[in-house]
């Protein structure tokens, strides 16, 4: 079972517990930085709390970027994980690409409701692959609002699955920040796809936000 814990958003909080403290002797540890995009007010900053401290809270800011640290045990690595939370501006925006580039895997969400938000998660997994080597890890999430006033699914499985093949997506989920459906899944399957195959060891930027 993947279990985020400790956790800490690295902006505005001073402590936590660091890897070493956590590492047991013989383990390998690793350094994975997820960044989560999409259109504006498709769940992302919900998706990601959720995930990392199991709240689900409805009266999120809009996002400008925020970095969470996740420090997990899977088998015998010490995984710690840096999720990116981005605002969901234009594409246009130029901060996008700096994103695509610095990051080992990406989780691209739309609303389920909401089909300008696939179109712009279509034209950002477009640009993933446009800027990145061919298999960094790409997973879609479609987050279903159906507890809220607009319960009618526009996104049809077809475009989808089109969509997912078009851009040689590793996997698909169907999530829901306020049920608490398949919250971790995205983030844990980066995080093993990214230790059987890791990313380049020396990397010549940071993401906005670490230290
Ligand atoms: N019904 C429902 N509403 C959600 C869900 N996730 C997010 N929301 C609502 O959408 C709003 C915007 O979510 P947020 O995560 O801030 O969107 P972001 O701009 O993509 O980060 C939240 O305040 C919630 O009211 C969900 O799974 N179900
Ligand atoms: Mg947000």
Redesign the pocket.
Known sequence: MFKPKPHRALKNQSSSTSVSDLTPFNATSHLFRICVL?A???????LIERFVDGLYN?E?E??IEDTYEVITKMGNEMVTTHILDTA?EELSSGMYSSYIKKADGFVVCYKVQDHQSFTVACKMMAEIRRLRYEDVPLILVG???S??DNPTVVVTKQEVNDQCNLHQIQQRYSI???NHTNVSAPFVLIAQLLLKNPPPKKRKDKIPGEE
């Open positions: 999409g504006r007010s498709c769940g992302k900053t919900c409805t999120t809009p996002t969901g987050n279903d609002f507890g809220s829901s920040a306020e």
